[in-house]
C-alpha cells in the first residue's frame, strides 16, 4: 500500500465505525494491521471482535435489557477502535512518511535524548531552565552589552535552547508518561516561568494531539479552558475547537471527555469566547483570496508612488519637532492622493480581515523562524531576539506592542526586519509609527466601541493568525495538515450540540459560514434551527441564498417561498425568484415576477431588460422589442441595449433593421459578440466580404479559439433559417481561421 492507500482506508473506516457499520469496520482495521505486521494489534483486534460478537449476541436474544451500561460498552469499544485504527496509520506513517514530525519521531526513537542540549538535560531540568530564564530577562542591560553581538547570540542561543526541548518534547511524542505529563502542566500553571513557554507548551500540545490523539493531553488543554491568564485561555480555547473540529467524531464516544466539554460548555461566558473563535477561525478561509487583493490591485499602486514618497522625505529632518514636521509630510500625501489609495486598506483592516498576511510573508526567512515553536511565540519586546531593537527605541516598542492589527508573529518578523535598518532608516520608521499610532488609537477606540475588538478577542486572533502563518508560510508547511480547515466541518458531529446548544449560538455559527459564502455549511447548520419556535425569516432567506448560491435551484425556490410569507419585502424576493426560475428553464414563471415588480416599479430599466430577455428566450419577439425599444428610447446608454435590440430584430427576421442599427452602433462595439453579431447580420445579406472584417476583428479580440467558436456557433440556427447555407457558414469560418493562423 502508499500513503495515500493508507490514507484512504484510515478515514473509510472511521467513517464505517461512525456510521455503525462495524463489521465493515473490523474487516478494513485487518486489512490496516496485515500491511503494518503488528502481533500485537492483531491480538487487541480479536479481543476487540469478540467482545463486538458477545454484544451482539446479548442483543439478539435481549432485544428488551438493553441499557446504559451497554451503551457505555459499546461507546468504548467503539473509542478504542477508533485509537486502534490511528496507531495502525501512524506506525504505517512512521515507517514510510518523509513528514517532519515523522523525521522527528524516527530520531527520537533512535536517541530518545535526541532533542534535548547540553543546558536542558532531560525533562525534569526544563522548569528550573525555564526559571532561570525569566528571572534573568528582568535585568537591565548596559550600554556594553547593547552593541555587542556576541552578547545577543549568546543571549538567543540560550533562549532557544530553554524553550525547543519543551516544544519538541511535547510535539513529537505521541504518548507522555505522567510524571512528565504533571511537569508540563505545572510549567504552564507556573508564573515564574516565561510566558511564552507557558503559551508554547499548550501549542505544542495541542498540534501534538491534531497529529494523534491522546486523551491524556486533551484533559490538560481543556483543565485550561477557563484559567485566569487570559494568554493561556485563549491558546487552551482556540486548542479545543481545532481538535473538535478534527475528532469530535471520535470523543462523542469517550464519556470523560464528552461530559467535561459538554460541563464547561454550561459556561455562557465560555461558549461566547468560543463562538468568537469559529468566526475567526472561519475567517482565515478568506485570507488567500483577500491577500491576492491586495497584492493586485492596492499594494501596485502604492509602490507606484513609493519612489515619490521617497523623494519628498529624503531631505526631511525627523529630529524636529513632530508637529512641525507633520504638516508637511500631509502636504506631500494630500499632492498624491496617498488617502485616497490607502482608505480600501483601511476598510479592510478595520473589518478586522487579515490584511497583514501576504505583506509579512516576505520577512519569514530570518533564522528566527527556523525554530516552529517561534512561528507561535506571543510576543514580547523583552524577547532576547528584539529586545536590543526595544532598549534603544521604546516608542518603536510600544507602537509595535500596542498595534492591534498586527498579529505576534508579524511583530517578530517586523521588528527582525527593523534590526537590519541603518539607524536613519530607523529613527524615519519610528517617527512614522508613533504619527501612525495617534490615528491607530482612534481606529481601536472606534472598534471596541463597536465590540469588533476587546482584549481577549485580540488575543485569539492574534494566536489563529499565527497558526494561519505557520500552516502557509513555514518552508515545510505542506508536511502538516491545516487543521484550520477542519472547522467547516466542526458541525457535523454531535459534539457541535454540546457545545453550541442553543438556538441563537447555532445561527452565530451558521451565519459566520454564511458570511464568508461557506453556503453548503450555512446550509446545514440553519437547517437545524428551522424547528426552533419563533422562526424569523432571515433563517429561511439565507438559506434559500445559499441554494441559489451553490446551483440547487428547486430547493433555492422553495425556501424563497417560506421567506416570502414571513417577510413583507417582496420584491426582493420576486427579483431572486426570477433569476432562480431562469435558471431552472421555467421562463414563463421568471416573467411572472418581473411582470410584479413592474406593476411596484414601471421604470425599473434592469427588470425590463431581463424580462425581455426572457421573451426572447421564449421566441416572443413582439414583446421582447416593445420593451426594448422602450429601454432604448428612455434611457439609450443603458448597457448592452443595442446589442440586444439588434440581436432580437435578427432572431425575428427584421434584418433591415438589425443591420441599419448595427452599422449606427459600429463604433461602439467593445466585444466580440458585438463583431460576430454584426458579421452574422452581413451573411445574411449575402455581404461575405463585410461579415469576414467583422469576423476577423473578433477573433483577433478572443483570449482563445474555443471562445471565437462558441460565439461564432452560438446563433447558428438564425443563420440556417435566414438561409444561409452550412457550406456558407463552415466556408466563411474556414477563411477567418486561416487567414488567423497563417
Not at 504533571?182 to 491534531?210: E, F, H, W, Y
Not at 532598549?391 to 526586519?417: V, Y
Amino acid at each position: 500500500m502508499t500513503i495515500n492507500d493508507i490514507l484512504n482506508l484510515y478515514n473509510t473506516v472511521n467513517e464505517k465505525l461512525y456510521t455503525a457499520s462495524v463489521a465493515e469496520a473490523f474487516f478494513l482495521i485487518r486489512k490496516m494491521i496485515k500491511e503494518i505486521n503488528d502481533w500485537g494489534m492483531s491480538v487487541e483486534m480479536d479481543e476487540y471482535s469478540s467482545t463486538y460478537q458477545q454484544m451482539l449476541s446479548y442483543k439478539l436474544l435481549n432485544p428488551q435489557q438493553i441499557g446504559a451500561s451497554q451503551s457505555t460498552i459499546y461507546n468504548q469499544l467503539i473509542f478504542n477502535l477508533f485509537m486502534l485504527t490511528m496507531r495502525a496509520k501512524d506506525a504505517f506513517l512512521l515507517r514510510h512518511s518523509n513528514q517532519l514530525e515523522y523525521e522527528g519521531q524516527r530520531l527520537l526513537a533512535t536517541n530518545p535524548n535526541f532533542f534535548f542540549n547540553d543546558i536542558v538535560t532531560g525533562f525534569d531540568k526544563i522548569t528550573p531552565m525555564l526559571e532561570a530564564l525569566h528571572k534573568a530577562s528582568k535585568n537591565d542591560i548596559g550600554d556594553t552589552e547593547l552593541s555587542n553581538t556576541d552578547y545577543w547570540n549568546d543571549l538567543m542561543t540560550e533562549y532557544q535552547k530553554a524553550l525547543s526541548p519543551l516544544f519538541t518534547n511535547i510535539l513529537l511524542r505521541n504518548t507522555i508518561s505522567d510524571e512528565e505529563l504533571d511537569i508540563i502542566k505545572n510549567i504552564i500553571n507556573n508564573d515564574d516561568v516565561p510566558s511564552d513557554a507557558r503559551c508554547i507548551a499548550i501549542s505544542a500540545l495541542t498540534i501534538s494531539v491534531l497529529r494523534f490523539f491522546d486523551a491524556k493531553k486533551v484533559n490538560i488543554i481543556l483543565s485550561f479552558a477557563e484559567h485566569d491568564n487570559n494568554m493561556l485561555r485563549q491558546r487552551a480555547l482556540v486548542g479545543i475547537v481545532l481538535i473538535i473540529a478534527k475528532y469530535g467524531y471520535m470523543i462523542e464516544y469517550e464519556e470523560h471527555i464528552k461530559n467535561r466539554i459538554t460541563f464547561l460548555c454550561k459556561n455562557e461566558d465560555l461558549v461566547k469566547e468560543l463562538s468568537t473563535i469559529v468566526f475567526q477561525i472561519v475567517r482565515t478561509t478568506e485570507t488567500g483570496k483577500l491577500s491576492k487583493q491586495i497584492s493586485e490591485e492596492i499594494m501596485p499602486e502604492l509602490i507606484k508612488i513609493s519612489p515619490i514618497i521617497q523623494d519628498n522625505l529624503e531631505d526631511m529632518n525627523f529630529d524636529e519637532d513632530s508637529e512641525k514636521i507633520k504638516p508637511r509630510i500631509e502636504n506631500i500625501l494630500d499632492r498624491i492622493d496617498f488617502s485616497d489609495k490607502i482608505n480600501d486598506f483601511t476598510e479592510l483592516q478595520m473589518s478586522g480581515s487579515d490584511v497583514f498576511a501576504g505583506t509579512f510573508a516576505n520577512m519569514k526567512n530570518f533564522p528566527f523562524f527556523g525554530f516552529i515553536e517561534n512561528w507561535l511565540l506571543p510576543f514580547d519586546k523583552k524577547n532576547p531576539y528584539v529586545r536590543r531593537l526595544f532598549d534603544q527605541k521604546a516608542s518603536l516598542a510600544e507602537s509595535i506592542t500596542t498595534n492591534p492589527m498586527m498579529c505576534n508573529s508579524d511583530k517578530f518578523s517586523f521588528s527582525l526586519n527593523m534590526l537590519q535598518l541603518p539607524d536613519n532608516q530607523l529613527t524615519a520608521v519610528e517617527f512614522a509609527m508613533k504619527e501612525e499610532k495617534e490615528q491607530l488609537d482612534e481606529m481601536i477606540k472606534e472598534m471596541r466601541q463597536t465590540n469588533k475588538l476587546s482584549d481577549i478577542q485580540q488575543i485569539s486572533n492574534h494566536y489563529i493568525l499565527d497558526l494561519y502563518r505557520f500552516y502557509t508560510y513555514f518552508p515545510r508547511h505542506n508536511d502538516f495538515e491545516n487543521p484550520l480547515t477542519n472547522v467547516l466541518n466542526l458541525f457535523k458531529s454531535k459534539m457541535f450540540d454540546a457545545i453550541f446548544a442553543s438556538t441563537d449560538d447555532k445561527r452565530k455559527i451558521a451565519d459566520y459560514y454564511y458570511q464568508y459564502n461557506h453556503y453548503h455549511q450555512a446550509i446545514e447548520v440553519y437547517k437545524q434551527i428551522l424547528d426552533a419556535p419563533e422562526q424569523d425569516f432571515e433563517t429561511y432567506r439565507n438559506i434559500a441564498y445559499s441554494y441559489q448560491q451553490v446551483g440547487d435551484y428547486v430547493n433555492a425556490v422553495n425556501y424563497y417561498i417560506i421567506a416570502e410569507g414571513l417577510d413583507g419585502n417582496k420584491i426582493w424576493y420576486l427579483r431572486r425568484l426570477a433569476f432562480c426560475y431562469r435558471q431552472l428553464g421555467e421562463i414563463h414563471k421568471a416573467v411572472d415576477c418581473y411582470e410584479k415588480i413592474l406593476d411596484n416599479n414601471k421604470e425599473d430599466f434592469k427588470v425590463m431588460f431581463r424580462q425581455a430577455i426572457c421573451y426572447i428566450e421564449l421566441r416572443q419577439y413582439d414583446d421582447a422589442l416593445s420593451l426594448l425599444y422602450k429601454i432604448n428610447y428612455l434611457k439609450p446608454d443603458y448597457p448592452r441595449i443595442k446589442f440586444v435590440l439588434t440581436l432580437c430584430l435578427l432572431y425575428c427576421g427584421k434584418i433591415e433593421q438589425a443591420s441599419q442599427l448595427s452599422k449606427s452602433n459600429e463604433e461602439q462595439f467593445t466585444e466580440i459578440r458585438d463583431f460576430v453579431l454584426a458579421g452574422h447580420i452581413a451573411l445574411v445579406e449575402k455581404n461575405r466580404q463585410v461579415a469576414l472584417e467583422h469576423y476577423k476583428k473578433a477573433i483577433a479580440m478572443a483570449k482563445d479559439l474555443k471562445g471565437f467558436l462558441e460565439e461564432y456557433y452560438r446563433d447558428v440556427e438564425i443563420l440556417l433559417h435566414n438561409g444561409v447555407t452550412k457550406d456558407t457558414i463552415e466556408l466563411v469560418l474556414e477563411v477567418v481561421l486561416i487567414d488567423k493562423f497563417r
